[in-house]
């Protein structure tokens, strides 16, 4: 059974730092890309970054360049999401989700997008 488990939000203050895991099981992590989306209420689903399936490029949003990083350790089944210098406006829940793409580049549309994981929640606020 392919499962997505993402861990790693909380409360944080503005300028802070969060980072996120999505633990992989039921599936070759090495065959699927990455990627991570967040909504925010009353917001469509957005994404903000995702990584190929060797790790060797990602994607990032506008909104986020700069401040967020991917990363993925395919021998622990894991794939990170690093968040720096935070603001109010990324609060949200947050996802990862995984995409069946072999060694080519990813994409951050939510559509591409097969198997989710249940999100984790991220909230900036002082």
């Known amino acids: 059974q392919l499962q997505l488990v993402e861990s790693g939000g909380g409360l944080v203050q503005p300028g802070g730092s969060l980072r996120l895991s999505c633990a992989t099981s039921?599936?070759?992590?090495?065959?699927?890309?990455i990627g991570w989306f967040r909504q925010a209420p009353g917001k469509e689903r957005e994404g903000i970054s995702c990584i190929s399936s060797t790790g060797g490029s990602t994607n990032y949003a506008d909104s986020v360049r700069g401040r967020f990083t991917a990363s993925r350790d395919n021998a622990k089944n894991t794939v990170y999401l690093q968040m720096s210098s935070l603001k109010a406006e990324d609060t949200a829940v947050y996802y990862c989700?995984?995409?069946?793409?072999?060694?080519?580049?990813?994409?951050?549309?939510?559509?591409?997008?097969?198997?989710w994981g249940q999100g984790t929640q991220g909230t900036v606020s002082s």
């Open positions: 989700a995984a995409d069946f793409r072999p060694g080519r580049p990813c994409d951050r549309q939510p559509s591409q997008y097969n198997f």
């Open positions: 039921g599936f070759t992590l090495g065959l699927y890309a």
